[in-house]
């Protein structure tokens, strides 16, 4: 065989690789388990638990039947990013995180101690220039506290229908606390067979999100989602087809053209 013949043969080999690896085999990236908001929309939240109105809510709470006037409030400085299920993910798909970000918690101090907890939402999720909202203040710093026993790498996720509060993973959750416990504390749960408990307790059954702390069914706002996984399915699966056509015909089209350098080299001169 020439050299000729040879480098037409490799460019074609070469070409049906490229095509079968980067269209007919490889899969699309999975998903991550949850998106970090970032440490400037942590902050933005932080700076709209400062505002007047949330303080006055945080005020409200504060003055309840028998309890003093709270004084001056205190805000803290740090948020608390406090995660949600997905709707996506309840209903047994993967094509998407298995948590979203419901809202940023902000502790707040009244003059003699007391805590409660200003819950700042973003007005558009997902969105990096979101801007944030106070429309929830409760009593005590449970948030807080349950941060402290998150593991490194771990978020904390809420179960509002079981007031239930876990270590988020990427290989699975963790039960911190629950009002109605559907496993061990401290136990690891795969991140599969949560998704099996929560689609068979709630994939019937998705009404709208309710406050995490108030033990009633809810889960988070319905949003877009990706894909159904049919879908993603058969926008690779499709192209086999065509790939394995293509191929054949570069393989043919190589073999005729070798032919043709060989026939041009033995022709009479």
Known sequence: MTRSAFRVLAAAVLLIACSVGFGGVTAVAASPVWVDPSAEQVSAAVTAAHSTEAIGYARSNFRRPGHPDPGAITVGTTGTPVFTLDPAFVRGENTGP???LAYVAVVAHAQDGSAATIQVTPESPGRPDTKWRVDTVLSGDDEHQLTSQLSAGAVLLNEP????????????????????????VGALVPLDAYQRQVRDRYADKQPQFQNPRDGESGLAQPRPT?????????????????IAGGSVLLLLGAAYLVRRLRARRHAPR
């Open 161 to 184: 229908q079981i007031n239930g509060w876990y270590a988020l993973g990427k290989d699975g959750v963790r039960l911190l606390r629950a009002s109605m416990p559907q496993s061990p």
């Open 226 to 242: 990706s894909p159904p996984a049919a879908q993603a399915e058969h926008g690779t699966s499709g192209l086999v087809p065509w």
């Open 98 to 100: 298995a948590a979203v």
